[in-house]
């Protein structure tokens, strides 16, 4: 597929994805959302992939659904947008909560609506201290959707998941890993660095583990302990039985760096 809305690069296990319509602050559009599907496809295909980097071209992260985008035509008839929700958002944030690879979002500038939880469904949240985090969608009379109700009150707590989503207010990065929204917030200009160095080390992890981690997490706030611990005990038998764990264990005891194949 040839990409306009995106760029998509593979280098060294990293996977990198960046909504790339810098000139409206790479706000989605259904053509962007295609791509993104086809892009996901490639990285779940490909093994030789063993991190998925997002991040956004230019000044901004994402400024969420693009307003002016056919999808969201308000004329004669409202649109549907509960469709494009099924179609394009539901179908991104479960692909990538499924992805065989661990996430992670750089954020520069602002992430709004649909951009913002964007962010927060990637495993590792990292932004510049000139990042923002925007719960845009009151103020255009919707709610925080692409998992917006679903990260924010599990991250910051009803109370500030109740007032960012209501008041719509800018949320400054550093305050945002303050409350335990992202992961980490570093000075604009050592942004890259920091992600590219966070990635590179998630690449030489061991994924299956990563991804049984990630699983185990979503799945605890429905879960009864009992549950849980059969969750953990399942993933640990799998786990196990798995190169990675015999290599984790081998090299331990040789006191060598693991050489782990994500398997
Ligand atoms: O379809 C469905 O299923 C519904 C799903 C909805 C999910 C959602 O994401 S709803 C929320 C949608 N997003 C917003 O409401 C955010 C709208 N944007 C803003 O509030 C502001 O642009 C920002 C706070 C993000 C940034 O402000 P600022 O001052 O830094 O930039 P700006 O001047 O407003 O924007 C720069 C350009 O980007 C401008 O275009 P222009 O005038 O230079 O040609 C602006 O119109 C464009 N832009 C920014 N956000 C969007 C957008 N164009 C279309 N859609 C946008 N969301």
């Given at each position: 597929m040839d990409y306009q809305n995106i760029l998509f690069d593979v280098a060294g296990g990293v996977a990198r994805i960046t909504l790339n319509r810098p000139d409206k602050l790479n706000s989605f559009t259904g053509a962007m959302h295609a791509e993104l599907r086809d892009a996901l496809d490639s990285v779940q295909a490909d093994k030789g992939i063993r991190v998925l980097l997002i991040t956004g071209a230019g000044r901004a992260f994402c400024a969420g659904q693009d307003l002016a985008d056919p999808d969201m035509a308000v004329g004669v008839t409202a649109p549907d947008i509960g469709n494009v929700v099924e179609k394009n958002y539901k179908p991104l944030i479960l692909r990538l909560q499924n992805l065989r690879v661990p996430t992670v979002a750089m954020v520069q500038?602002?992430?709004?609506?649909?951009?913002?939880?964007?962010?927060?469904?990637?495993?590792?949240?990292?932004?510049?201290?000139?990042?923002?985090f925007l719960q845009a969608f009151s103020k255009i009379g919707l709610i925080p959707d692409t998992g917006g109700t679903w990260f924010l009150p599990q991250r910051v707590g009803m109370a500030r998941a109740m007032g960012l989503a209501l008041l719509a207010e800018k949320l400054p990065a550093e305050k945002a890993?303050?409350?335990?929204?992202?992961?980490?917030?570093?000075?604009?200009?050592?942004?890259?660095?920091?992600?590219?160095a966070v990635a590179a080390q998630l690449a030489g992890m061991p994924t299956k583990a990563l991804v049984r981690t990630r699983q185990a997490m979503h799945a605890a706030p429905s879960h009864?302990?009992?549950?849980?611990?059969?969750?953990?005990?399942?993933?640990?038998?799998?786990l196990g039985w798995g190169p990675d764990f015999a290599e984790g264990v081998s090299a331990f005891m040789e006191k060598r760096a693991p050489r782990f194949t994500g398997n």
């Amino acid at each position: 597929m040839d990409y306009q809305n995106i760029l998509f690069d593979v280098a060294g296990g990293v996977a990198r994805i960046t909504l790339n319509r810098p000139d409206k602050l790479n706000s989605f559009t259904g053509a962007m959302h295609a791509e993104l599907r086809d892009a996901l496809d490639s990285v779940q295909a490909d093994k030789g992939i063993r991190v998925l980097l997002i991040t956004g071209a230019g000044r901004a992260f994402c400024a969420g659904q693009d307003l002016a985008d056919p999808d969201m035509a308000v004329g004669v008839t409202a649109p549907d947008i509960g469709n494009v929700v099924e179609k394009n958002y539901k179908p991104l944030i479960l692909r990538l909560q499924n992805l065989r690879v661990p996430t992670v979002a750089m954020v520069q500038g602002v992430a709004a609506g649909a951009g913002a939880s964007l962010a927060l469904a990637c495993d590792l949240a990292i932004a510049g201290k000139s990042a923002s985090f925007l719960q845009a969608f009151s103020k255009i009379g919707l709610i925080p959707d692409t998992g917006g109700t679903w990260f924010l009150p599990q991250r910051v707590g009803m109370a500030r998941a109740m007032g960012l989503a209501l008041l719509a207010e800018k949320l400054p990065a550093e305050k945002a890993a303050e409350w335990g929204l992202i992961w980490q917030v570093v000075d604009d200009a050592a942004l890259g660095a920091t992600v590219d160095a966070v990635a590179a080390q998630l690449a030489g992890m061991p994924t299956k583990a990563l991804v049984r981690t990630r699983q185990a997490m979503h799945a605890a706030p429905s879960h009864t302990l009992e549950q849980q611990l059969s969750m953990e005990g399942g993933f640990m038998r799998e786990l196990g039985w798995g190169p990675d764990f015999a290599e984790g264990v081998s090299a331990f005891m040789e006191k060598r760096a693991p050489r782990f194949t994500g398997n």
